[in-house]
């Protein structure tokens, strides 16, 4: 199995500030045929599903804001939202699909300082 | 617009079969673009993909749970099933479907999930 890595457990960010989020794999999640990373980050509020938010590490889903961003290649990754508005308190979760079984990181919990 | 809605029993005693059901609604269940699949969430925990789906039957299992689980589907009724046999209360969960393209793509449609707790 692929064993996802996030960090920190939680952090807690001023509004307007940044937030990064990191996530790494225990192999790479790189395919060569295609040059994709098959990483998505998600973001998931209390009660609610997650969210896609980004995939293939860094294409943002319709509809996400352009603060919220993903970037990194091979087994290292992260999340970062520029300017951290109240609306992003949630927790945070990468999750590979490059192989199965399809795996998730731990989460990362994002609060308001 | 796609919706997916699980259904089933909130309570089941240990040792028994966690049945639940997806309804899928705004999207056909047979479409060869996507795989159909449960994912479990415990109370407080992260997320653990169970197992998917294709229209055609075809499955795919996480292996930590292969020996108890089966998925099916049913296209002319546009559901989905997870059954999870011989639960002990660490399968407590919430309980989610979902949708994904190809079995490597990313989850793009969720239900609300339910919660299924098992009692001893």
């Known amino acids: 199995d692929i064993v996802m890595t996030q960090s920190p457990d939680s952090l807690a960010v001023s509004l307007g500030e940044r937030a990064t989020i990191n996530c790494k794999s225990s192999?790479?999640?790189?395919?060569?045929?295609?040059?994709?990373?098959?990483l998505a980050w998600y973001q998931q509020k209390p009660g609610q599903p997650p969210k896609l938010l980004i995939y293939?590490?860094?294409t943002r889903e319709s509809g996400v804001p352009d603060r919220i961003s993903g970037s990194g290649s091979g087994t290292d990754f992260t999340l970062t939202i520029s300017s951290l508005q109240a609306e992003d308190v949630a927790v945070y979760y990468c999750?590979?699909?490059?192989?199965?079984?399809?795996?998730f990181g731990g989460g990362t919990k994002v609060e308001i300082k | 617009q796609l919706q997916l809605q699980e259904s089933g029993p909130g309570l089941v005693k240990a040792s028994e079969t966690l049945s639940l059901t997806c309804i899928v609604s705004?999207?056909?269940?047979?479409?060869?673009?996507?795989?159909w699949g449960w994912i479990r969430q415990p109370p407080g925990k992260g997320l653990e993909w169970i197992g998917s789906?294709?229209?055609?039957?075809?499955?795919y299992y996480n292996p930590s749970l292969k020996s108890r689980v089966t998925i099916s589907v049913d296209t002319s009724r546009t559901q989905f099933f997870l059954k999870l046999s011989s639960v002990t209360a660490t399968d407590t969960a919430v309980y989610y479907c979902?949708?994904?393209?190809?079995?490597?793509?990313?989850?793009?449609?969720w239900g609300q999930g339910t919660l299924v707790t098992v009692s001893s």
């Open positions: 979902a949708r994904h393209g190809n079995l490597y793509s990313p989850t793009d449609y």
């Open positions: 705004g999207d056909s269940i047979s479409s060869s673009n996507y795989h």
């Open positions: 789906i294709y229209y055609s039957g075809s499955t």
């Open positions: 192999q790479s999640v790189l395919y060569s045929s295609d040059n994709k990373n098959y």
């Open positions: 293939w590490a860094s």
């Open positions: 999750q590979q699909y490059y192989n199965t079984p399809l795996t």
